[in-house]
Structures are given as structure tokens and as C-alpha cells.
């Protein structure tokens, strides 16, 4: 049997499984709206559940993971410490362009002697490994390397085999809806149906999110560089512009304190002010003989 084959056996023996279990469900829930089937009908539909549980129940795990298309998370960090930091970037750009790879966030800092680009790339998660490996091999001394791997297949199917059955209730409930008779029960399935909608609608993200995950892989890359500077010749223009703002730094740190024990002053001026009146009514007063 080919592996096409194998695989569309797969895939349709598992949605008979969540269709036969919805219709075994619907059952049960047109019954509990006053709207009941015929007894023939409903054997047949058990008859069916039972063959799509079989029929799912001899595929083994591992068979079923062959078949399945893996979803893996693969993340990454590194650190590369470059002699000419604009050569290094403009290098990278390239080698981004070349495996179709994007910035997904990019920084530019600059402190003291070091000055650095810290960058967010979003790389399809075929060329990952291609990328990291000529990243290593052309743009620098590589400082700090780490990468994590992540399998979410499992979790990924199950949110989407939920998320099928329950598009499989949303359709029985929205055809219960249509024949509904009284108030109570249109009320209770549109509710029913709200909810399962907003269910869908989360699992529908997540998917969306392990998808995006899953094709793009992310690697944080810090590219820096630090100068050299002769000892014989400092730069006084910058000592004396960090000097300069050190002297403001202190101001400000001084009017901040001043600000916070604004009780204390307020509480001293106060006291002053009522010692210079006492002292100034002591000495205005007439002599005693």
C-alpha cells in the first residue's frame, strides 16, 4: 500500500470517528428537545460509531505520527562578537535574504566602548539549521550559542480533532435550532451555540499560533562590537560631556530628595515661623514693675 494511501485511510478513518461520536451526540441532544428519531435509524448510526472506533482502534501511535505531518517548535539564541559591526549586519542581511528569513524586531544601542545590534529573526523552519550554520561560519567570533527544540504535534492534533468535532455539534445544534418550537428551547440551543462557537473561534487561534510557530522558526541574534581606544590619547570632549551630565544627574537626584521630604520642610518652616512670632510678641510686650 503507498504511503498517499496510508495516509488518506488515516485521516478519514479519524474524522469518521468524530463524525460518528457527533451523531451519536446529536442523538442525545435532539431527545432532549422533544425531537426524537426513529430507533432504526439510531442503531444504525451506533453501528457506524462502533466500526469508525475499530477501524482507528488498529493504527498504532507510532503509525499515525508517521502519517501526520510533525509540527515542530524550534527557537534559538546567539551572540557573536564582530570587528566591524556594520560589515557584520550588512553580511547578515544578506544571508537573511538568501533563506527568505526576515527582522521580525531590530536594536541599535551604543554604550561606551560597545556598541551593538539585538535582532528578532523570523526564518522558515526548513533553513533554520542552514542559516545558524553560515551565520557561524561568516559573521563573527560566536560568543553564546542556544537552541530549543519543541514537538507539538500531539497537542496540535488533539486541538484540531476537538476543534472538528465540535464544528460537527455546531452543525446539529444550528439544525435543532430550525426546528425548535418553543421560546425555552430556542433560547437554550442559540446559547449552546454560543458557546461553542467561542470555542471553535479559541481553538482556531491557537492553531493559528502553532502554525506561525511551527513554519517560522525564531532565532534572537546579538551582533557587538567593542573599540579599542589608545591610552595615550583619551577623549577628554567625552569625560568632560560625562562629567557635565553627572553634575545634572546630581541635580536632579538632589530636587527629587528635596521633594520627598517635603513633609519635613513644610513641618520646619512651620515650627520657625511660629518661634520668630513668639519671640516678636515677647519682645513687644510692656515691661512687668
Not at 465540535?166 to 458557546?195: F, M, P, T
Amino acid at each position: 500500500m503507498s504511503i498517499q494511501k496510508l495516509k488518506f485511510i488515516v485521516v478519514m478513518a479519524l474524522f469518521a470517528l468524530v463524525a460518528c461520536h457527533s451523531k451519536n451526540s446529536e442523538n442525545e441532544n435532539v431527545t432532549s428537545f422533544g425531537l426524537s428519531k426513529p430507533n432504526a435509524a439510531r442503531a444504525s448510526e451506533e453501528a457506524d460509531m462502533a466500526a469508525g472506533t475499530e477501524a482507528v482502534a488498529t493504527l498504532s501511535e507510532k503509525s499515525i505520527q508517521n502519517v501526520l505531518p510533525p509540527k515542530i517548535i524550534k527557537n534559538g539564541t546567539v551572540e557573536y562578537e564582530v570587528s566591524g559591526l556594520e560589515n557584520a549586519k550588512s553580511q547578515l542581511d544578506k544571508l537573511l535574504a538568501a533563506h527568505k528569513a526576515y527582522y521580525e524586531n531590530e536594536n541599535f544601542n551604543a554604550y561606551g566602548d560597545r556598541q551593538s545590534y539585538t535582532l528578532v529573526v523570523r526564518v522558515p523552519s526548513s533553513g533554520f539549521d542552514g542559516l545558524l550554520d553560515q551565520m557561524n561560519n561568516d559573521l563573527g567570533q560566536l560568543v553564546s550559542k542556544s537552541v530549543h527544540v519543541d514537538d507539538v504535534t500531539e497537542s496540535y492534533y488533539d486541538v484540531k480533532m476537538r476543534m472538528e468535532s465540535e464544528l460537527a455539534y455546531l452543525d446539529q445544534y444550528r439544525a435543532i435550532l430550525k426546528k425548535a418550537v418553543s421560546i425555552k428551547d430556542i433560547l437554550e440551543i442559540q446559547e449552546k451555540i454560543r458557546v461553542i462557537e467561542e470555542e471553535i473561534e479559541s481553538k482556531k487561534g491557537r492553531l493559528r499560533y502553532l502554525d506561525d510557530r511551527a513554519d517560522l522558526s525564531t532565532l534572537n541574534v546579538t551582533l557587538f562590537e567593542v573599540r579599542k581606544q589608545s591610552s595615550s590619547s583619551p577623549n577628554y570632549l567625552r569625560r568632560i560631556s560625562n562629567a557635565f551630565q553627572g553634575g545634572i544627574n546630581l541635580m536632579g537626584n538632589l530636587f527629587i530628595a528635596l521633594v520627598t521630604l517635603w513633609p519635613v520642610l513644610l513641618l520646619i518652616g512651620l515650627a520657625f515661623f511660629l518661634y520668630r512670632t513668639y519671640k516678636r510678641r515677647k519682645n513687644a510686650s510692656p515691661p512687668q514693675i
